[in-house]
């Protein structure tokens, strides 16, 4: 009973943080995951290297900022353009794409029902014509969210501009002075404790670290497969629409089927056969070379059913809001892998 109450309490606490603190303390968090992630090149670098570990540290971090930094600023920049390019257009795609495709799937099911009676062909008519309304007052407000959105988005750019400064400091003061930062933490726990939270780290990190590397790498395959058929296709802004559908395919359930579908049915339906079939085959060499190294990349120590994932990313957004998405199926593979060590006894 002591020990049920004991997890309740870490569990309530963990919660806590995780709603209330980690949102107001992003930045620094994420400048602590950039130096813990470097962490383990900066140590190998100084022992076959003469120079001050500082000095590699920062080396490290210039690398960082100039690499995977400037690429993903990139990235980002070149999506925001082509999202507000998309919401300025999307009324005029309505009108010119959309509006066209449906009034000849109405026209078509309008000459299949001449056969029928004639109350059932008005019937019919006027729900046609009712959908058309609805759909068309759909997109306007639809549009106009999207705007809202946008300047909301815009309105907060000094704040994302003082989060990543935030965040580019705390990087350099974790990444300097990690080892002191990590020795004064050890001081603050019982000598007869270091090992056992050696071993509850070392699990901890080598989940995480498994998980998002995994995921990540599966990400960047089906972003780079994603980006050359669209770009042979001759898709505009091939890029970018790759990247944004690559991020579904790390939710389970969903993947890029989610948004390949729906424009497969599309295409098909406004005469485009050549990017219909395309966009097939496309989703069909994805889904088979991720059947192939899924299994590689991933292993065994992510089998977690998807039903159980899908319903820990919901609690994870009900409990913790968007980033939920994300913590939630990481601290689900950390109590999985604890328990399975004999580090905690949740379940048999």
Not at 104 to 133: G, K, R
Not at 210 to 220: D, E
Not at 295 to 309: A, D, F, N, T, W
Request: net charge positive; with cysteine.
């Amino acid at each position: 009973m002591i020990h049920f109450l004991y997890w309740i309490m870490v569990f309530g606490l963990l919660y806590l943080l995780l709603r209330y603190v980690l949102y107001e303390i992003l930045p620094l968090f994420i400048g602590f995951l950039i130096a813990f992630s470097l962490r383990p090149a900066i140590r190998r670098t100084s022992k076959l290297l003469p120079f001050p570990q500082k000095l590699i540290s920062f080396f490290y971090l210039l690398l960082f900022y100039g690499t995977i930094g400037t690429a993903v600023t990139a990235l980002c920049i070149y999506c925001f353009h082509f999202l507000s390019a998309f919401i300025i257009q999307f009324p005029a795609l309505y009108e010119t794409n959309i509006a066209p495709m449906l009034d000849h799937c109405f026209h078509t099911l309008e000459s299949e029902l001449a056969n029928f009676p004639l109350t059932a062909q008005i019937d019919m008519n006027e729900f046609f014509i009712q959908a058309m309304d609805s759909l068309h007052a759909f997109t306007i407000s639809s549009s106009a969210s999207l705007f809202s959105l946008f300047k909301a988005i815009t309105a907060s750019l000094p704040g994302i501009i003082v989060s990543f400064f935030m965040t580019l400091l705390s990087s350099i003061f974790f990444t300097m002075d990690f080892s002191v930062l990590s020795h004064f933490i050890m001081r603050q726990i019982p000598k007869e404790s270091h090992d056992k939270f050696y071993r509850f780290r070392t699990i901890v990190t080598d989940t995480i670290a498994h998980y998002i590397s995994a995921y990540g790498r599966l990400m960047i395959i089906t972003f780079a497969e994603l980006a050359i058929g669209l770009m042979i296709l001759k898709v505009e802004y091939a890029v970018p629409i790759a990247f944004l559908i690559s991020f579904f395919d790390i939710f389970p359930i969903l993947g890029t089927g989610t948004v390949l579908y729906p424009w497969i049915i599309i295409a098909f339906f406004q005469h485009q056969m050549k990017l219909a079939s395309g966009l097939l085959i496309l989703h069909l060499i994805i889904n088979i070379i991720r059947q192939v190294i899924e299994p590689r990349i991933v292993g065994k120590r992510l089998g977690i059913h998807p039903v159980l994932m899908l319903a820990c990313m919901f609690l994870g957004v009900k409990c913790l809001g968007f980033l939920g998405i994300f913590i939630a199926p990481i601290l689900l593979q950390i109590l999985v892998q604890l328990n399975k060590e004999g580090f905690i006894r949740l379940y048999r």
